[in-house]
C-alpha cells in the first residue's frame, strides 16, 4: 500500500479521474474505525478531482463480507474498488481466520477482474494500534488505499491510452 505522502504528482503516469467509477466496499464491525477509514478515502478520492456520482459506497456486515462486496461493486462497472474494514485480535484463532480469508478474497477478485481491488484493511493486536491507523499518529489507512487505487488506474490508463 503506498505511504501516507503519496500525491498525485508522485504518480509515475498520469492520473486521469473523468468518466472513472470508484467502488468503496467497507466493514461495519469495529464501525468506529472504519467510518473513519472511509472519511479517509473519500476525502482522498476528491482530492484525486473525483465527485460524489463517481464513487459508489457500498456497506458490508464484516472484513469476511469485503471480497463480496467487491464482486458486487465491479457488476456495477467500477473500474477499481477499495476495501475498507478492521480486524482487532482478540482470545480466539477467529482473528486469523477472517484476515485470511478477508486477504485471499480481495487478491482474487482483483486478479479475476482484472481490476485493482485494493486492500485497505487494518488487521491490529489492539484498540490503540487501530486508532493510530484511521487518522491517528500513523495516518489514515483508508486515505492510502484510495490513492493506490489511483495509483494503480494512473498505470491502466498509461497501458490503455
Same mark, same amino acid.
Given at each position: 500500500?503506498?505511504?501516507?505522502?503519496?500525491?498525485?504528482?508522485?504518480?509515475?503516469?498520469? /492520473?486521469?479521474? !473523468?468518466?472513472?467509477?470508484?467502488?468503496?466496499?467497507?466493514?461495519?464491525?469495529?464501525?468506529?474505525?472504519? !467510518?473513519?477509514?472511509?472519511?479517509?478515502?473519500?476525502?482522498?478520492?476528491?482530492?484525486?478531482?473525483?465527485?460524489?456520482?463517481?464513487? !459508489?459506497?457500498?456497506?458490508?456486515?464484516?472484513?469476511?463480507?469485503?471480497?463480496?462486496?467487491?464482486?458486487?461493486? /465491479?457488476?456495477?462497472?467500477?473500474?477499481?474498488?477499495?476495501?475498507?474494514?478492521?480486524?482487532?485480535?482478540?482470545?480466539?484463532?477467529?482473528?486469523?481466520?477472517?484476515?485470511?480469508?478477508?486477504?485471499?478474497?480481495?487478491?482474487?477478485?482483483?486478479?479475476?477482474?482484472?481490476?485493482?481491488?485494493?486492500?485497505?484493511?487494518?488487521?491490529?493486536?489492539?484498540? !490503540?494500534?487501530?486508532?493510530?491507523?484511521?487518522?491517528?499518529?500513523?495516518?489514515?489507512?483508508?486515505?492510502?488505499?484510495?490513492?493506490?487505487?489511483?495509483?494503480?488506474i494512473a498505470g491502466r490508463q498509461h497501458l490503455n491510452p
Open positions: 500500500m503506498a505511504t501516507a505522502s503519496f500525491s498525485q504528482g508522485e504518480f509515475p503516469y498520469i /492520473f486521469h479521474p !473523468e468518466n472513472l467509477k470508484i467502488g468503496v466496499v467497507v466493514a461495519e464491525w469495529n464501525k468506529h474505525i472504519t !467510518e473513519k477509514l472511509l472519511t479517509g478515502a473519500l476525502n482522498a478520492l476528491k482530492q484525486q478531482h473525483l465527485h460524489d456520482a463517481q464513487i !459508489e459506497v457500498l456497506r458490508v456486515p464484516g472484513s469476511f463480507e469485503l471480497p463480496h462486496g467487491a464482486q458486487l461493486l /465491479f457488476s456495477k462497472n467500477c473500474d477499481a474498488v477499495i476495501c475498507l474494514g478492521c480486524v482487532i485480535q482478540g482470545d480466539t484463532p477467529h482473528f486469523d481466520f477472517v484476515c485470511q480469508a478477508a486477504t485471499d478474497g480481495i487478491l482474487q477478485i482483483g486478479l479475476t477482474e482484472k481490476k485493482p481491488c485494493i486492500f485497505g484493511v487494518i488487521t491490529t493486536l489492539n484498540e !490503540e494500534q487501530a486508532q493510530d491507523r484511521a487518522g491517528g499518529k500513523l495516518g489514515n489507512k483508508g486515505a492510502e488505499a484510495a490513492l493506490t487505487a489511483c495509483g494503480m
